[in-house]
């Protein structure tokens, strides 16, 4: 996608310091649309019913269902992986759909729920072959969750910033090192969607009148840092005896995360004493809470050795022979860049490698 102008001019601006400025990979259906103008804003947290966005119902779902025998059922969740008696094979998944107890059968089962979810169901999925949940011989299943140490950088400039859109450019010069005193990764910085007044509104006091907001927002540009958090076990998804879901997360890697957000005000420092664009060099920083979940990943692990990880290299558990996953939980550790783009690239290999091995996979329904 081209940049606006005032991203542009810091784009360039970024350049003329050294710095390797990049063109940012957007899922954007067709970049243009001739039948109505691209409109194109905050949208990353809202469905998007323009279908502009690619996300997966319009690249993967609405074209999955022109096939006859592809069912999607809506308002339907998984509760349980039922195995036979000897506990090698899923035999039933128990769903609650539209409100009543239903159950699917296949022969093979591929699990989708996302970092959290997944382990949940797992867990939740214990029986007597199982009793520490399912396909969890090795004890890792909920472990190692990580979801990245993530900023956001605001940076308040003396020029006005009208961007609509300004995620379309990212800086990767201390992806891999930091500087002499810290010779490690420090992550990836990306430009962010545009900020408004209503945005700042939750994180100052109240008194703060509406139209100092709208001014800072008015000339902000707007950061996202990401820095790898590492793999650690204690680091969990778990289920209480209660069924209620809980996450432990201890944040690490800190100091290459700091340092990133310092080698990004220093370019944006010296920016201002090249060009004067920030002269008052203004930031505002916060890091994603616990709550923060969006790059949630691990706690399924892949890996060779059943004994320290959840899944082997086709992503198949190791203590169940027909259950797959392919979402997020795969990961072994998780780099600093948005997830999403592994996460696809290993579903389609995945879908290669059962096709390879199935030539028809029936599902069969039967309401209980
Ligand atoms: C606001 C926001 C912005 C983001 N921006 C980016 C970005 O710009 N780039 C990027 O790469 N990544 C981005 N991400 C991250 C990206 O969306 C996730 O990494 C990705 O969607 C995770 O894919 P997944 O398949 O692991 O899980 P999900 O996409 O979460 O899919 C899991 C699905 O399983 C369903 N589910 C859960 N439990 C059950 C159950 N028991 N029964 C039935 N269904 C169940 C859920 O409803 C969900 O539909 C963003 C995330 C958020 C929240």
Request: aromatic share 8%; glycine share 6%.
């Amino acid at each position: 996608m081209s940049h606006e102008p005032r991203i542009q001019e810091l784009f360039d601006d970024l350049k003329k310091i050294g710095l390797k400025p990049f063109p940012l990979p957007i899922g954007v259906k067709n970049g243009v649309r001739e039948d109505r103008p691209l409109v194109l804003d905050r949208f990353d947290g809202y469905p998007d019913p323009t279908e502009t966005k690619a996300d997966s119902h319009v690249i993967g779902i609405k074209k999955a269902l022109e096939f006859p025998n592809v069912t999607l059922k809506t308002n339907t969740m998984a509760t349980k992986l039922v195995t036979t008696s000897e506990g090698r094979r899923v035999e039933r998944v128990e769903v609650i759909s539209d409100n009543k107890k239903a159950h699917f059968e296949a022969q093979t089962i591929i699990l989708a729920c996302g970092a959290v979810c997944s382990s949940v169901l797992l867990l939740r999925s214990k029986n007597g072959q199982h009793p520490d949940g399912l396909a969890n011989s090795s004890g890792m299943v909920g472990r190692n969750y990580m979801c990245h140490n993530n900023s956001l950088m605001i940076a308040v400039s003396k020029k006005p910033n009208n961007t609509k859109f300004g995620k379309t450019f990212a800086i990767n010069d201390f992806y891999f090192t930091g500087d002499e005193h810290f010779p490690y990764p420090l992550g990836h910085i990306q430009m962010l969607a545009k900020s408004d007044a209503a945005m700042f509104k939750s994180e100052v006091p109240r008194i703060v009148p509406e139209f100092a907001l709208e001014k800072v927002a008015s000339h902000a540009l707007d950061f996202w840092l990401t820095s790898e958090d590492l793999p650690n076990p204690e680091n969990r998804v778990r289920v209480l005896s209660d069924g209620r879901i809980q996450l432990n997360y201890t944040p690490n890697n800190l100091v290459g995360h700091d340092l990133l957000k310092e080698k990004l005000k220093q370019a944006l420092n010296r920016i201002a004493s090249n060009v004067s664009i920030l002269p008052k060099h203004i930031y505002l920083a916060k890091k994603i809470p616990l709550a923060g979940t969006a790059h949630q990943c691990g706690t399924l692990r892949f890996g060779k050795d059943p004994k320290t990880s959840v899944l082997d290299v086709n992503c198949k558990t190791h203590d169940v022979d027909n259950l797959y996953v392919v979402d997020s939980s795969f990961f072994p550790s998780s780099s600093a860049v948005n997830p999403a783009l592994t996460i696809m690239a290993n579903a389609l290999r995945i879908g290669d490698h059962l096709k390879e091995i199935f030539q028809t996979n029936e599902f069969k329904r039967e309401i209980v």
